[in-house]
């Protein structure tokens, strides 16, 4: 008996089949269609599809016999894998060098003919074999050579399919997990950030009725904006708290365009010089969170990083059958054109200070592109170095 070399990628081969997850799977329907189908066509008592693992060689589907798997050194897949051939046919293997003293031959099962067709995926790896076997001298035809070759094709596309939806599951998975994360952790920064606010107001109320009790109003209004900051914070953290999951993003409430953009500019610090221009109020029907935060992080932006004398800030709206778009545009730095096309990535950050001398952490655009293609919108950004940026966001009605 002359047993098969190791292919030459081997190694490689063996990767490349355990990303199948086929090995030692479940019998599936499908597969086992095919394996009659070749029977039938070739008139053969046996149809496999055989994997050709480390050690053994494993049958995903069979079709007339009892056998699950075999020993890899008597295989004849394991010659079929071999050399890039079509198919390796054995018309007689009693007469055959490579397998005329195998067991396969010699003892019970008695093979005596073997066609097969490895099946050899896209990146030139030949993960087993589709064949089939009988107990008496035979040749195929060419039609029935031309099918198996066929049915080869078919099984591999099986293969990938199923590669492909485990690929999809590992995916969906892992969203499932960060998802679960992004919800603990927002859940954690909101409450971090309600408690000492609450703790701010309280301070706040007892100032306010020290000052009244003593009859200087000199503090009054400070106080008031304060108070006023504290609670919209307040409410926006609450807000976060109730809306931390994924799924809550695409959750659609009816609210005015007027308050959710009062609420946004009063959370923000904007120095008396702005000139803010916003649009006429609007009923809109859709994620009121997601829209707010988005806003919150374009204006905030259009905020801190304007240079002009006499800043300008405007935020238009058009409604359409489908959806909503927004515009918000400032006579600031405008961005450079080579880094530009990186604003949106998370993480990303320029470096450069604000005018009140912080520096950004890349968070913002990139969460406000992930909520953008949650809810299937679009942003995009056109920007002059120097004069300023218009950022243009859309978001579909459901």
Not at 16 to 26: F, G, I, P, R, V
Not at 279 to 297: G, K, T, V
Not at 304 to 318: G, H, L, Q, W
Not at 324 to 330: A, G, K
Request: glycine share 6%.
């Amino acid at each position: 008996m002359k047993t098969a070399r190791l292919p030459e990628n081997e190694s490689a081969r063996l990767i490349a089949l355990s990303s199948y997850q086929l090995m030692d799977s479940e019998q599936e329907q499908n597969y086992d269609d095919l394996a009659l189908l070749a029977a039938e066509i070739c008139q053969t008592p046996v149809a496999l599809i055989t994997l050709i693992g480390e050690q053994r060689q494993w049958f995903k589907s069979r079709y007339g016999t009892e056998l699950t798997e075999n020993h890899r050194d008597y295989t004849f897949c394991s010659h079929a894998i071999l050399d890039g051939q079509e198919i390796m046919i054995v018309s007689d293997a009693r007469t055959d060098e490579r397998f005329s003293d195998n067991p396969m031959v010699t003892g019970e099962h008695k093979v005596v003919f073997y066609a097969g067709v490895p099946l050899v995926n896209s990146e030139g790896y030949a993960l087993g074999s589709i064949c089939v076997i009988g107990n008496e001298k035979k040749q195929l035809n060419d039609s029935q050579i031309r099918a198996l070759k066929i049915l080869g094709r078919q099984t591999l596309q099986l293969m990938e399919l199923r590669k492909k939806a485990c690929e999809y599951e590992k995916v969906n998975k892992d969203l499932a997990e960060s998802n679960s994360f992004i919800q603990r952790f927002a859940e954690r920064v909101a409450h971090d950030i309600k408690n000492p606010l609450g703790n701010i107001m309280l301070t706040l109320q007892a100032l306010s009725a020290k000052t009244k009790k003593a009859g200087d109003e000199s503090y009054s209004r400070f106080i008031e904006l304060s108070m006023n900051s504290a609670k919209n914070l307040l409410s926006y953290v609450n807000e976060l708290l109730g809306n931390s999951s994924a799924q809550a993003q695409q959750n659609q409430d009816a609210f005015s365009l007027s308050a959710l953009l009062k609420e946004v500019l009063d959370m923000l610090t904007i120095p008396d010089n702005y000139k803010i221009k916003l649009p006429a109020d609007a009923e809109l029907f859709c994620s009121r969170i997601a829209l707010e935060q988005m806003l919150l992080n374009l204006l905030s932006n259009a905020v801190r990083y304007n240079d002009k004398v006499y800043p300008e800030i405007e935020v238009s709206f058009e409604p359409t059958d489908a959806g909503y778009s927004f515009v918000v545009r400032d006579n600031g730095r405008g961005i450079p054109l080579e880094v530009r096309e990186r604003i949106f990535e998370h993480g990303y950050c320029s470096g450069l200070p604000d005018r009140f001398e912080k520096k950004g952490n890349g968070i913002g655009l990139g969460a406000v592109r992930s909520q953008v293609e949650r809810l299937n919108g679009t942003i995009k950004v056109e920007s002059v170095e120097g004069q300023g940026s218009d950022f243009f966001l859309y978001l579909p009605k459901y």
